[in-house]
């Protein structure tokens, strides 16, 4: 009783009820793009061409990116879906292809899977890291499996020795999907060089942006060859850009960079270090002001990985706290913190409850899914399959991260989450003792 009065009179006036905010000054703010960006994309100009073959920017940008992640090739292209396609293309996912990715990520995930005429399978995922884990892979493998895409959210590399023996074992291809982990680390190795072949995006969300683009990193002579023809409509070209051979030797879309976003991935690059370095200080900042608030859940970081924090995502513990998560996000709101939740689970997307893939379809005819290799019927994507996903969507807050923020803006961000907390547990352990 008595303990229950302190919590309650310590628990101050939420800024959703009128009182005070928790964040009582602004976010840092900082520009992303500067006189590094600028430099880079005059000598682009200066070149008189931005075509990639003629010009040297996307090629040191290339140069560069795979130095500096120890491997031996990189190939740029135009986003992070096209590096996910062009990894499939290079692999050779097609036709009669299952590829494994995570049932939590981006429709660029599976969206390329799809235009391979593959089809695409979706994991589970572990309710405290939100990544895909062996186990959860090993469920869905059938005799069709060709690829997983292993999918590092939220700058949280995946625990990959298991997913890599077990992969190693069946036979797969290991694609990692780093575009929310740049610079992540696993047991003292970057996310996206364990695999086969690293995918990485640079869209103005991401923590390097050219706007939009991408690039894969692979140390495979034959995958990196295979990559760079997809990127560039099957065109094989000599080391002036001049086409050689006899034209298109399989199909392959154009997802060329132009020489002006190369400029600028080459000054982002320069930046990913401080950039991921700031994330993850932060990170671990935020989780230790709040990992002893009963009822908040930080994320758990995959034993031996160091994330970049894309975005931060906690959970709510409703029956300790008493209170909705939908509540609990609406009052961090208002006492400033930037939260939110965005994320769905992609297997229940229209096009994939409704088999609407390429509309208008003719005569009931799905493709790929109807083609007498899927056995027609067979692949349905059932909510129940993923359970922990729905556990996490439920009750996940999302917290934005930027680089820029101070660590003033951490302890405030901490404090709101504290404060919040603190005034559910108070009021619920007072109207559990006055029942
Ligand atoms: C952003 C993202 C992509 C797609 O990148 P785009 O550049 O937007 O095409 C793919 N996978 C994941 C996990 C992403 O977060």
Redo the contacts with the bound molecule.
Sequence with gaps: MARSKARESRSQKLAIHGGPKAKTTPYRTGKRFGRDELKELKEALAQNTLFYAHGTKVRQFCTEFAAKYGKKYAVACT????S?HVALGAVGVTCGDEVITSVL??A??FIPVLYQNAVPIFADIDPRTYDMTAETIAAKITPRTKAVVV?H?AGNAADMDPILKLCRRKKLYVIE?C??TWNGLYKGRLAGTMGHIGCY???D??HLSVG?G?AILTDNLRLAKRAALFTDKCYSRNMWGVRTGGGCAFLAPNYRMSELCGAVALAQLRKVDWICERRNRMGKLLTRLIEDTPGILPPAITPGAESSNWYYMMRVDEKTLGVSRDAFMKALMAEGVPAGMYLRRVDQYPLFRKMSIYPPQKDGFVAPYDLPVYKPGRIKYRRQECPNVDLVLKTAVIIQMREFYSDRDIRETAAAIRKVAEYYLAKKSGSSKRR
Excluded: H, P, R
């Design positions: 986003s992070g879906t096209a996910i990520t981006d660029g995930g999918v959210l999907d575009a929310q995006s640079l869209n969300y991401k939009d991408g």
